[in-house]
């Protein structure tokens, strides 16, 4: 048998924003890989997450939230998640305990999940807030619109039914060699988890729309590995100049309190020193102009 009759694919986790995407990719691989918020669209890019285990490999692929875009930041979000879809050997639609309220998103990811060529699995997320009869009551609603071949109760936060989830996408995936070597858990580099890492500090931080007018460009990633010492210099863009200063704050604090979060984080994640130097720029109306998009990341 080929590979040890292993399986492997790509699992696509798509959903409405702030459904728990990225939560759930990073309880299956037991490691932090995504940038988690309380705010809706937080991820904006493809972020594969590669689990490994006796069974074989699945690529987790996280998505940005399914929204109507407005701008062409969201219009660069929504196609990265439809590119997602695409390229998966089973689409995940993930939904949580406000999906029936949520009604015009829902339709807009349903509306997605329909085209997708490939076997359609349905989970309702944060199980751990909803009462177990309104949670098989939405389970057998969503289910009955015929569009899923199973559907799962899963709460990424207490890990409840993710394991049930997991053995059952084993089950479906097809038998083949594995993608990528089997102590990766992401093809992303440091230099964009980093970047990613200050965005979250910054959703953290800042309320209201000031979160969507911000974005992060890593300027220098260096590291000393004699001296067990990561130098990143990082640029916070954002649309105006009245933003600028609220980002700062008074006397600086602001932007120095994200600046020490951000950078305990990434000492964690590398087990090395590190010095992060925040530089805060006007880059007026970005999110609205493909140019500027494509400069900043966005491409
Ligand atoms: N109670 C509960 N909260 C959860 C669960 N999963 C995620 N959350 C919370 O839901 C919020 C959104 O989580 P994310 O993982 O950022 O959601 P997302 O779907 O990736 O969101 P976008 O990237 O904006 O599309 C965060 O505050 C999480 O802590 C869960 O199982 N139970
Ligand atoms: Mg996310």
């Known amino acids: 048998m080929p590979d040890g009759g292993k ?15 990225s939560t759930l990719l990073n309880r299956l691989l037991g490691a932090r890989i995504a940038i988690v918020t309380d705010k809706p669209q937080t991820t904006r890019d493809r972020i594969a997450g590669i689990l490994t285990n006796e069974k074989g490999q699945i690529v987790f692929l996280d998505s940005p939230g399914i929204h109507r875009p407005k701008k062409a930041l969201n219009v660069y979000m ?12 089973i689409a995940v639609h993930l939904a ?12 807009l990811v349903r509306g997605i999940m329909e085209n997708i060529p490939v076997p359609r699995i349905l989970a309702i997320n944060k199980s751990d807030r909803m009462k177990e009869s309104e949670a098989n009551a939405n389970l057998k609603m969503m289910m009955d619109t015929g569009l ?3 559907g799962y109760l899963i709460s990424a936060k207490t890990g409840a039914g993710v ?12 038998e083949g060699p594995a993608h990528y070597p089997e102590e990766d858990l992401t093809d992303l580099p440091m230099r964009f988890i980093a970047k990613e890492i200050v965005r979250e500090k910054l959703f953290d931080a800042l309320s209201e729309e000031l979160p969507y007018s911000v974005a992060v460009v890593i300027e220098e990633y260096r590291e000393d590995a004699e001296k067990g010492l990561t130098r990143i210099r990082a640029e916070i863009c954002v ?18 309190r994200i600046g020490t979060e951000a950078r305990l984080e990434l000492e964690k994640m590398t087990g090395e020193r590190v010095y992060l130097d925040l530089f805060v720029k006007v880059e007026k109306d970005w999110t609205r102009n493909e140019t500027i998009l494509r400069r900043l990341g966005y491409d």
């Open 7 to 21: 399986k492997s694919g790509f699992v696509a986790l798509l959903g409405r924003p702030n459904v728990g995407k």
């Open 78 to 89: 929504l196609k990265t998640a439809g590119r997602i879809a695409m390229e998966s050997d």
């Open 96 to 107: 949580d305990d406000r999906s029936r309220q949520a009604g015009e998103e829902e339709t």
């Open 148 to 150: 899923y071949q199973n």
């Open 163 to 174: 394991d049930e989830f997991l053995s059952a996408l084993f089950g479906m995936l097809p």
């Open 239 to 256: 649309e105006r100049d009245s933003q600028k200063g609220m980002i700062i704050g008074k006397g600086g604090r602001m932007l120095k």
